[in-house]
């Protein structure tokens, strides 16, 4: 997990940390590529052993499609495509891939005709399991819970996906160079605020009445984390990490920012109405725009999330 | 009528209102009692928390009166217009048709939903209302045939409609709160926009009060007059159809306060129109912004809010049955007869069953759309592997509610019994919901055990509230309704959250094959069978009781369990089927009908024939969900509202027509 939450990080630090990520770079450059060996990856059932690197994959939900996306690998198979290109859009998905349907009944037999080597899923019933097993070899994660950090589950799922297809060294690097990245956008945050950033709320808009509240346990509010900004409206964790409130719950937010991730819908009405207006955070100018990303993606969307929270809330210092 | 004196307790009333909008302004503000009153008299807001309470608080109360009188209104009208006290925006259809134009409105020209709300969602009530009328006739208004329609109406449009959110699912989450009635405001605009509207109807409603004198001395003697009543009639109902439209288009589905406000009306002593009227607006003012005091105390206290509207129904449903069931009236007991068949089931009709049958197996096993296009091929064994537990499981469940429906059309000795109307599937339903809600695990895997509970417990009131009145059908009727109506305030509860759960309990609601198991395929076919085996030996028995009781009693049928025995194995059987796949709507109701149409008018070929009937319908309508929109898969519960529901609907019309 990234724990960057000392933004005032020595100049020293920066550079070593550069350099760790400059050498991992190197040595994976220098490794050979995987072997085409066997190996082996842990899910939620345990140890799960495939002959070769399978590179026909089929994914069931978006998190782990941006999960693949992100390791350089399209997806054989994965659901809903056209909401995919308007709700995620980041990592595109390539033209190519085959849509399986809903994402809460992907299509059995369209998968089988893929003729994948591998199905990764996420939260599915034991049952469920069995009958992609009769298809192809499965993984199955378990993603989003209350009960659990989902975020160290979506690292875990990138890694393991990572060893699944040989490229461990690629994904130790984007790791290294997230983690990089998100200090250096931590740092500018502190240098343009001064010191510490204003607490934030990160929101999305519902209607003219109603919004999302993102607390424990979602993506942007670690990505607000590891920004070394503290999050000012937090929720309980909760499976997806949302809270639907009215619009007045974000009177709570007395001096601290609110960001709100796009699209909007309907709820850009919201911004006509008085209320609205004078809410303290927006009344004072402390109110932003970030995205559009997917709020419950794969690890790597912890960066989108902090590159468009980041530069929201450095829109807003200015 | 007699006309008693009226001692309408208008100032209780007014008190009570009072109280309740007190009640929200010492709960949620949070500025001192004379900074308040400055601002009531015009003093510009400066803090947030002042700005709250001119902007939020109180148009949020003010909505709630306004919406309150506006559905007390429309439902004070459309039982006044059809002398039918369980007339109201959500029973005649009107709402449902509201609610689905707009939704299908967001998805195909949002433009229009931003410019034309009130237009999009009138002509969606004036749909569903025509459609009800044309079911039920103008006659069929006064009873319980009109509220029948009505559900069947609600049943067709809450599948379309579900089936739209489930497919563009991200776009939708914001009309899960609005869908169960949001009171939420951000400032007056919207308020500004209901007011005028609203004072419009009132004003029309107050010109019609001089019809709605006359129409209760009689139509007849108001024709006498030399008025002719049916303009003034279709002018009424227009306007309880826009009181509804903009209640659903302004704050969404707020369901049951257009039923319970006359009726409390009534019971509070208001007898003429005016009254009638008054209390109605007034006692739904009044409710509305109870229920909403309640909705803001519980969203206090929970992570998510909660929507009004939903609070309405939960608390709507049971008072409703408490307040109606002694007040039945003669017309509550009218028979309603569907369309009678040859009197035998000849061989022709049986050849093509087997056809039917026959056919739709093929199909489903051999044709289907894949990557590369359609495909007639026999499936190759892993493909069969996946298809056989669905068509087996969409026959299973298609023949038990077939089953059920026939069982139950004969014990009730109402042609529009089936276990979803009587809120048989409903009770299992309530039950799997509130399992998942309050234990977190999956609706997938809650099990049978649950869904029969909740089946059982239904039946259990409905043995109760039958006995005591006699079997009357608006009893049956109503019990089935309000049960309905509560599950649904639950789902809406769960599903207002908007997050991936409640799509996936909205795909469970459609009742999908997608996850049923061989076993559970194989168990719901062996229970079918079964039970088909089990009405066949007791078809004597089910002829003697849709005879009469004192046919039966005199034939030496112990009446009492017989329709005990009969009503747990209906209510099982719906329970079986709501586990395995989720709730079924409509085969159990159409399919006896088809099986009468087609001879299979006598008890033995009856319970034989509706079961092959409803599954074939279901085996194609899962066929249908699968290869329609491929890759998506539609639940086969939709397509089957869909199919049966637009099928029953053009059998009520052409019933209707036929009789001129």
């Known amino acids: 997990m990234i724990r960057a939450r000392t933004p005032r990080r020595s100049a020293g630090a920066v550079f070593r940390a550069l350099l760790l990520a400059l050498s991992t770079a190197l040595s994976a450059a220098a490794l050979p590529a995987f072997a085409d060996g066997p190996v082996s990856v842990t899910d939620r059932r345990g140890p799960q052993s495939f002959e070769a690197p399978p590179e026909r994959i089929v994914v069931l939900d978006w998190a782990l499609a941006e999960a693949l996306l992100d390791l350089g690998i399209a997806p054989l198979g994965a659901p809903e495509l056209t909401l995919y290109r308007d709700w995620v859009g980041t990592p595109a998905m390539p033209e190519g891939v085959t849509d399986i349907g809903l994402r809460s009944a992907p299509n059995l037999e369209t998968i089988a005709s893929l003729e994948s080597q591998a199905i990764v899923a996420a939260d599915l019933s034991a049952q469920e399991v069995a009958r992609l097993e009769a298809i192809a070899p499965v993984l199955v994660f378990d993603a989003w819970s209350a009960d659990h950090d989902n975020l160290a589950a979506q690292r875990e799922i990138f890694l393991e996906l990572a060893l699944l297809t040989g490229r461990t060294a690629r994904a130790e690097r984007l790791l290294s160079e997230m983690e990089t990245e998100i200090t250096r956008r931590a740092e500018a945050l502190a240098r343009a605020y001064g010191g510490t950033p204003p607490d934030t709320a990160v929101i999305r808009l519902n209607d003219a009445a109603t919004l999302w509240v993102y607390g424990e346990n979602a993506v942007p509010t670690a990505a607000l984390e590891a920004l070394g900004v503290a999050n000012a409206l937090p929720q309980p964790p909760s499976r997806w990490g949302v809270a639907q409130k009215n619009l007045d719950a974000l009177a709570e937010v007395e001096e601290g920012a609110i960001i709100a991730i796009r699209p909007h819908m309907a709820g850009a009405q919201v911004f006509e109405s008085p209320l609205w207006q004078k809410l303290p955070a927006v009344a004072a100018g402390r109110y932003a725009e970030a995205g559009p990303v997917w709020s419950y993606g794969g690890y790597l969307s912890l960066l989108r999330h902090a590159r468009a929270l980041s530069d929201a809330l450095l829109a807003l210092a200015e | ?660």
């Open chain 2, 1 to 660: 009528m007699i006309a008693r004196p009226a001692r309408l307790p208008l100032p209780g009333l007014l008190a009570l209102t009072l109280a309740l909008v007190a009640g929200h302004l010492i709960l949620r503000i949070e500025i001192a009692p004379a900074r308040f009153l400055a601002l009531l008299t015009g003093t510009e807001a400066q803090s947030f928390a002042e700005i709250r309470v001119t902007h939020a608080v109180l148009p949020r109360i003010a909505m709630g009166l306004a919406v309150g009188a506006a559905l007390g209104l429309a439902g004070s009208l459309f039982q006044q217009i059809t002398g039918n006290r369980l007339a109201s925006p959500l029973t005649l259809g009107a709402a449902s048709g509201a609610w689905l134009a707009v939704v299908v409105a967001t998805l195909a020209a949002p433009a229009l939903v931003a410019g034309a709300r009130e237009w999009v969602s009138l002509a969606g009530a004036c749909l569903a209302f025509a459609l009800v009328l044309g079911i039920a006739g103008l006659r069929g208004l006064l009873g319980l045939r009109a509220v029948l329609a009505g559900m069947a109406v609600n049943l067709l449009f809450e599948a379309l409609a579900g089936a739209l959110v489930l497919l563009e699912s991200p776009y939708f989450s914001h009309l899960f709160v609005w869908g169960a009635g949001d009171l939420g405001q951000s400032g007056w605009q919207s308020l500004t926009w209901v007011l005028p509207r609203l004072g419009l109807a009132a004003l029309g409603a107050l010109a019609g009060l001089r019809v709605l004198g006359l129409l209760r001395a009689g139509a007849g003697g108001a024709e006498a007059r030399g008025l002719s009543l049916a303009p003034w009639l279709g002018g009424l109902a227009l306007i309880a159809l826009f009181l509804t439209a903009i209640s659903v288009a302004a704050v969404g589905m707020i369901g049951f306060i257009g039923l319970l406000a006359p009726n409390l009306a009534r019971a509070c002593g208001a007898r003429r129109p005016a009254q009638e009227i008054l209390a109605s607006a007034l006692i739904g003012a009044a409710l509305l912004t109870g229920a909403d005091l309640a909705a803001v105390l519980m969203s206090g206290a929970l992570p998510d809010m909660v929507p009004t509207g939903a609070l309405t129904a939960l608390g709507g449903a049971p008072a409703l049955v408490l307040l109606l069931r002694r007040r039945l009236g003669a017309a509550d007991h009218a028979a309603l007869e569907m369309p009678q068949g040859p009197a035998r089931l000849r061989p022709v009709a049986l050849a093509a069953l087997a056809l039917c049958a026959g056919s739709a197996l093929v199909l489903a096993l051999a044709l289907a759309q894949g990557p590369g296009g359609w495909q007639f091929t026999w499936p190759e064994p892993m493909t069969l592997s996946f298809r056989w537990p669905r068509i087996l499981g969409a026959a299973g469940a298609g023949a038990a509610m077939a089953l059920s429906g026939v069982i139950l059309q004969r014990v009730i000795r109402n042609p529009l019994a089936s276990p979803e109307v009587l809120g048989m599937s409903s009770g299992a339903s309530f039950a799997l919901v509130l399992t998942t809600l309050l234990t977190g695990v999956s609706i997938h895997s809650v099990g049978a055990g649950v869904a029969l509970a909740g089946s059982l417990g239904v039946m259990v009131l409905l043995l109760a509230l039958v006995r005591r009145h006699g079997n009357a059908p608006m009893v049956v009727a109503l019990v089935g309704i309000s049960l309905g109506a509560v599950l649904d305030a639950l789902v809406k509860i769960a599903l207002a959250a908007g997050t991936a759960d409640s799509f996936a309990i909205l795909g469970w609601l459609g009742g999908s094959t997608y996850r049923v198991s061989p076993g559970g395929a194989l168990s719901l076919a062996g229970v079918s069978l079964a039970g088909v085996a089990a009405a066949w030996a007791g078809r004597r028995w089910l002829t003697l009781i849709a005879a009469g009781d004192a046919v039966a009693e005199a034939r030496g049928l112990a009446i009492a369990k017989a329709r005990a025995g009969c009503l747990a194995g209906a209510a099982a059987l719906a329970a079986l089927v709501t586990a395995v796949m989720g709730p079924v709507s409509f085969v159990g109701l159409l399919a006896p009908h088809l099986a009468t149409l087609i001879g299979a008018r006598r008890a033995g070929p009856q319970v034989l024939a509706a079961p092959v009937i409803g599954a074939v319908l279901m085996v194609v309508s899962d066929w249908m969900g699968r290869v329609l929109l491929y890759p998506m898969q539609l639940p086969a519960g939709t397509i089957a509202a869909l199919l049966g529901g637009g099928f029953f609907l053009v059998t009520l019309l052409r019933l209707r027509g036929g009789r001129g």
